[in-house]
């Protein structure tokens, strides 16, 4: 699997991607800068998770109008997979790539802990190694995590089984609507979520849960 992390300003959790993508594929992603215009031929795009440009504006909102997101625009267009983790999330939504928006959290305060998730649709490229239904740890570092939208768009998002995962029962850490974590495009190559997998692959680091999420990826993409 070729793949390619996206580095702009006050991202911090790049390394922590490109540590798990060279885990899990057994070749080290390559990097992308804000700035590029033209991304090489790879199979799945990662933008991780941080404060693009502090926060400022919107999360996400100065990452989205970067030249960069043209082009990860133009290869999703023609199939590629893209995953937003966090701040990643946050940039797809304001860039229009995903439905929907993230609201400061219910509680007023940043969120640092780790969570149960719902697999809510096992039949997505970057879900297939799970069971729907199955629950499975994974950590969440947050401050905008809160997701909602409008009635329709909610109604259309939950009728055609773009939700990939919700918060387990009794766990939501921000008071996403309809305890949605994770939500994909229409198309279903473009998946956003709040949670953090790239930190639970291997059991030396205290857990594996968040592997399956790559290795559909990668066996999808393999097959």
């Not at 540590?19 to 057994?26: E, P, V």
């Not at 999330?89 to 940043?110: D, V």
Request: charged share 20%; hydrophobic share 45%.
């Amino acid at each position: 699997m070729k793949s390619a992390v996206v580095q702009l300003p006050g991202l911090n959790r790049d390394r922590d991607m490109i540590a798990a993508l060279t885990k899990i594929s057994g070749h080290a992603p390559i990097t992308v800068w804000q700035t590029e215009t033209e991304i090489p031929d790879v199979d799945l795009i990662v933008i991780p998770g941080g404060f693009s440009y502090g926060d400022y504006l919107r999360c996400g909102a100065i990452a989205a109008r970067m030249p960069v997101m043209q082009a990860i625009k133009e290869k999703a267009d023609k199939g590629v997979k893209v995953l937003g983790v966090c701040n990643g999330f946050q940039i797809l939504l304001e860039a229009g790539m995903l439905p929907g928006a993230l609201m400061r959290n219910a509680s007023l305060k940043f969120v640092c802990r780790e969570i149960k998730l719902e697999v809510a649709n096992a039949e997505t490229d970057f879900t297939r190694a799970y069971a729907k239904g199955q629950v499975i740890r994974c950590p969440v570092a947050h401050h905008d995590g809160n997701y909602f939208a409008d009635a329709e768009t909610l109604a259309t998002v939950e009728g055609k089984g773009q939700v990939v995962f919700r918060y387990a029962e009794g766990t939501n850490p921000n008071g996403s609507i309809n305890d949605i974590a994770a939500i994909i495009n229409a198309k279903g190559n473009v998946l956003g979520m709040m949670p953090h997998p790239e930190n639970l692959i291997e059991a030396a680091h205290g857990g594996s849960d968040g592997r399956g999420l790559f290795a559909s990826a990668l066996d999808v993409i393999a097959a």
